[in-house]
């Protein structure tokens, strides 16, 4: 037995990916191969903190080529694949879903089918401890109306070309699982936010704008509501899931924090005028914009079942993670500029030449 345990994790120079291997190369016993195609959402300064490790490498790879993952496992030999990698925002799929049915389905498709190529052949106890973790989203679910919440046995309604897509991944991992016996687990999280995170998203979106002093722009009435989970806690429930999570079964995670859009832009509004005072107020730039089309009115989560049966719990409330988040951007101009001035895809171009910004 090696007493380090091989993680292979998809998507990890990604907002959440980052995290994840940020937290967990804490722990001695992991070797964390991050699998990172480096989209315009892949950033290697996310994972700075990190490079320097031994127990930490990275393979600019895309996880809808066959044969590099293929050759991938062979190589790395992994007691796990943590799967977050995907395309992400929401608005993105409304105007060019290719790109989500390419990576989101296909790419876990080609994924689900290296990995089983290479967990058939292992021992029967390696087999038994491997694990597939599939990280998915609540959006899956569709959307809620004034009441009750989403858990994992509410019916998959994905209203969305990106949610479509995840619940397609979600129903290809379930089928590996059911057909193959191939060890899965799969986690459906609601709204992320914290530090990382790529500013086409409202938090960071909204904290940078308001910085420079330009329009907030809230989609249609700024009235649907997110449930948001500061991202180093759904780092822990992954963590959690990954180690302890009976196979084959789904966890919702959520931060048992449903908020209005408009409660999120007044909060980090006020927060700035308390850590970055400006010669106004920063609600004076909220500006009302065209709605998202098949904007989901409402989503919150249920997360009984991860808290009963693995002892989960968050350790940051809204208050304190938000308040966290916005001086994260402050202290972290580096990271902003690098983000913003599009600076960021200097490694990737000067080490694999220019790429689309798909
Ligand atoms: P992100 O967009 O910040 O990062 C995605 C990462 O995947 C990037 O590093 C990108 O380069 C990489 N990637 C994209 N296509 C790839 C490909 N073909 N091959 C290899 N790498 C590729 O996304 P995120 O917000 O960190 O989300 C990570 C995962 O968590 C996604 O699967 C997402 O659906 C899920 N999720 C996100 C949230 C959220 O609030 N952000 C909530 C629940 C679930
Ligand atoms: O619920 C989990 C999902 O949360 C993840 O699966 C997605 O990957 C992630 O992007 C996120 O999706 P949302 O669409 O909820 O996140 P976004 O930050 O894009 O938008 C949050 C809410 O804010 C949503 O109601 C739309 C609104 N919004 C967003 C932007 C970018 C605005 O009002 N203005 C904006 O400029």
């Known amino acids: 037995m090696k007493d380090t345990r091989t993680l292979l994790v998809t998507g990890g120079a990604g907002f959440i990916g980052s995290a994840v291997i940020r937290q967990w190369l804490a722990d001695p016993a992991l070797r964390i191969v991050c699998v990172d195609k480096l989209t315009y959402a892949g950033n290697v300064e996310s994972l700075k903190p990190v490079s320097d490790s031994p127990r930490f490498s990275l393979e600019v790879l895309d996880i809808c080529d066959a044969a590099a993952m293929r050759a991938l496992f062979e190589k790395e030999q992994p007691d796990a694949v943590v799967h977050l990698a995907a395309e992400s925002h929401v608005d993105r799929s409304i105007t060019g879903p290719g790109e989500f049915i390419q990576t989101n389905v296909v790419g876990t498709y080609v994924l689900l089918e290296a990995t089983r190529a290479y967990w058939r052949q ?58 193959y016996g191939l060890p899965v687990v799969t986690t459906n999280c609601s709204n992320n936010y914290g530090p990382y995170h790529f500013p086409e998203k409202l938090i960071p979106l909204m904290i940078l704008n308001a910085i420079a002093g330009k329009p907030l722009p809230v989609y249609g009435d ?34 048992r924090a449903e908020k209005t859009n408009l409660e999120v832009v007044h909060t980090l509004c006020d927060l700035l005028d308390e850590l970055h005072p400006s010669s ?4 004076r ?74």
């Open 285 to 358: 730039l909220i500006t009302y914009v065209k709605d998202r089309p098949g904007h989901d009115r409402r989503y919150a989560i249920d997360c009984a079942k991860l808290e009963a049966e693995l002892g989960w719990r968050q350790q940051e409330s809204f208050e304190t993670g938000l308040r966290k988040t916005v001086q994260w951007y402050l202290d972290n101009g580096d990271w902003v500029r690098g983000v913003t001035s599009g600076d960021y895809r200097r490694w990737i171009e000067s080490n694999y030449g220019s790429r689309s910004a798909s």
């Open 280 to 283: 106004g107020l920063h609600r």
């Open 122 to 179: 292992l021992t029967a106890d390696k087999q038994q401890a491997f694990r597939f973790h599939h990280v998915s989203t609540d959006e899956v679910y569709g959307t809620l109306g004034d009441e009750g919440a989403f858990s994992e046995t509410t019916a998959y309604a994905p209203n969305s070309p990106y949610s479509a897509s995840k619940a397609g991944s979600d129903h290809l991992v379930r089928a590996w699982h059911h057909t």
């Open 222 to 255: 700024g009235l649907n509501v997110r449930d948001w989970l500061f991202v180093e806690d759904h780092a822990r429930a992954i963590r959690a899931v990954l180690e302890r999570g009976r196979v084959g079964e789904t966890y919702c995670v959520g931060g």
